[in-house]
T-cell receptor, first 112, second 113 residues
Framework: QKEVEQDPGPLSVPEGAIVSLNCTYSNSAFQYFMWYRQYSRKGPELLMYTYSSGNKEDGRFTAQVDKSSKYISLFIRDSQPSDSATYLCAMSGSGGYQKVTFGTGTKLQVIP | NAGVTQTPKFQVLKTGQSMTLQCAQDMNHNSMYWYRQDPGMGLRLIYYSASEGTTDKGEVPNGYNVSRLNKREFSLRLESAAPSQTSVYFC????????????FGPGTRLLVL
């Protein structure tokens, strides 16, 4: 079983829809949770960063962490064609150097 | 402020050839990383350098070597390329310490024939 599971998609939605992207994980030591956006043939770009449980909002993006269920989500409101990309979740533990474990990514297509 | 830069952008090698991938960052980060990204496998850590003067193996170090030249630069060397090393390689950097977010370069696409 992988430490981090992420549905690869692809996920196709119409412009303006609310998008929900999710990851589950098995390592209860994870404390830091990130979402990256990766456009085709580009490097991953940090989108959201959260510590422990709770919600964080940044414009049209909301990140949620539920540590009790080992489940994290990224919501995109009023989705735009420019949001079409692959979204990677990532997480790491605490205490000294902790490697970051990445999900395999969900490919999102927003159709005009 | 260029962030993380990588050269070359694309390279074709024959089996057995060697090459060095270059990475530099201008964000004053202490820690630097090399990943490879393959379809269905996600990002896998090859080597990392927690600070200038130190390097450590990641998940998939076999067939690779690294050099932390100074605080800004971290290179990845393939001594004898194999077709299994065909991949997209990303360099990343971060501040030190737990939970530090990593910032990625644009990647190098490598094809080994």
């Amino acid at each position: 079983q992988k430490e981090v599971e992420q549905d690869p998609g692809p996920l196709s939605v119409p412009e303006g829809a609310i998008v929900s992207l999710n990851c589950t994980y098995s390592n209860s030591a994870f404390q830091y949770f990130m979402w990256y956006r990766q456009y085709s043939r580009k490097g991953p770009e940090l989108l959201m960063y959260t510590y422990s449980s709770g919600n964080k909002e940044d414009g049209r993006f909301t990140a949620q962490v539920d540590k009790s269920s080992k489940y994290i989500s990224l919501f995109i409101r009023d989705s735009q064609p420019s949001d079409s990309a692959t979204y990677l979740c990532a997480m790491s533990g605490s205490g000294g150097y902790q490697k970051v474990t990445f999900g395999t990514g969900t490919k999102l297509q927003v159709i005009p | 402020n260029a962030g993380v830069t990588q050269t070359p952008k694309f390279q074709v090698l024959k089996t057995g050839q060697s090459m060095t991938l270059q990475c530099a960052q201008d964000m004053n980060h202490n820690s630097m990383y090399w990943y490879r990204q393959d379809p269905g496998m996600g990002l896998r850590l090859i080597y990392y350098s927690a600070s200038e003067g130190t390097t450590d193996k990641g998940e998939v170090p076999n067939g690779y070597n690294v050099s932390r030249l100074n605080k800004r630069e971290f290179s990845l060397r393939l001594e004898s390329a194999a077709p299994s090393q065909t991949s997209v390689y990303f360099c990343a950097s971060s501040f030190p310490g737990q939970g530090a977010a990593q910032y990625f370069g644009p990647g190098t696409r490598l094809l080994v024939l």
